[in-house]
């Protein structure tokens, strides 16, 4: 499908940048951040760059149903401030958005603020610079920052989430303009996230979570796993929007003495399930009777994840006794093809 040129005139190079970012703005492709022109010449070479034809199709994103070729890809890609070499991850993200178990569209239009969350496993975490380690969830780097803008320019400018049209999230949220990191797989003692889901270590992965809030667990460090997991878990409690699942971005720290005492991964899932459950009083009754019908609660409890297969693990960040949860669940995982 030929996207269509627009012709841009400027006595200046800082004009016609300002005048793109201006036209861009107005048209509502962008998320009010100042965007890269996606000129013919950038999307021949982003496209090149994909190993694929300009016109194929990726997926049809909801709600507007539109065409996520390699081409109309390309071009949220470049206003995002991406290297064409991002351009196989990008397509990735998109391919794993767009599964039809994946709730996209209830996303793209709910008042919540849901939003994809990435996570990049394998070899091309080094390849591209995809941060993993200290401050992989913060600034400062490009591939994350505009791998995970350009999926949410695609959601917009191709499945049409524009805010306020078909978007109606009340608040919003910051996570929607960029929420990416790597596996720390080098800090890891167990298995990385896309080994566990059947690929092979030299494999690299993009996975995306349906994912809502956020939340950074501080302390725990030097009394032994039980207290360390029990300091996880006080802080991961039922919470409306974060449902089917929670992800567990784990320090290098805390995965390390886990592991020395002698935890598997399974263990861990297994017992912070045990401990992230509060008494029914606790919650209203209308939440309360949502969780148990989910399979999430019985006549005493309410938990946060119907089975400790829900509890995902994953190894991140730098140094210190930190860790971060995230109500995220639905895991899809797709391959990332270099043709």
């Not at 064409?84 to 767009?98: D, L, Q």
């Amino acid at each position: 499908m030929a996207q269509t040129t627009i012709d841009i005139e400027s006595d200046s190079i800082e004009g016609l940048l300002t005048e793109a970012y201006e036209y861009a703005y107005d048209q509502g492709w962008t998320d009010g951040l100042p965007i890269i022109p996606p000129t013919a010449q950038a999307v021949r070479k982003f496209v090149a760059a994909s190993g694929r034809k300009a016109d194929d199709l990726i997926a049809l994103l909801p709600p507007r149903k539109g065409c996520a070729s390699v081409e109309a890809i390309a071009v949220s890609a470049i206003m995002a401030g991406c290297r064409a070499e991002y351009m196989p991850v990008v397509i990735a993200a998109v391919e794993a958005v767009a599964d039809p178990s994946y709730p996209l569209e209830l996303m793209q239009v709910t008042t919540n603020p849901m939003t994809p969350f990435l996570l990049v496993n394998g070899p091309v975490r080094d390849q591209l610079e995809i941060n993993y380690r200290t401050g992989c969830l913060g600034p400062g780097w490009r591939a994350n920052a505009t791998i995970g803008r350009a999926l949410r320019l695609v959601l917009v400018n191709i499945g049409g989430a524009l805010p306020g049209i078909y978007s109606k999230t009340s608040f919003g949220s910051p996570l929607r303009y960029s929420y990416i990191c790597g596996e720390n797989e080098e800090g890891n003692p167990w298995t990385p996230f896309h080994i566990d889901r059947g690929f092979k270590a030299t494999d690299s992965t993009v996975t995306a979570f349906k994912a809502s809030n956020f939340c950074n667990i501080s302390g725990g460090e030097g009394v032994g796993p039980e207290e360390i997991l029990r300091q996880i878990a006080t802080n991961m409690p039922p919470m409306y929007g974060g449902g089917d699942g929670a992800l567990l971005l784990l320090g290098v720290n805390h995965a390390q003495a886990l592991h020395e005492a002698g935890l598997t991964k399974r263990d861990v899932q297994q017992r912070l399930w045990e401990l992230a459950r509060l008494p029914r009083s606790h919650f209203a009754a209308a939440f309360e009777s949502t969780e148990r019908a989910a399979g999430r609660g019985d006549d005493e409890n309410v938990w946060r994840a119907s089975s400790p297969e829900e509890v995902y693990i994953v190894v991140a960040g730098g140094p210190g006794p930190q860790n971060v949860y995230i109500g995220a669940g639905m895991p899809q995982t797709r391959l990332v093809v270099s043709r």
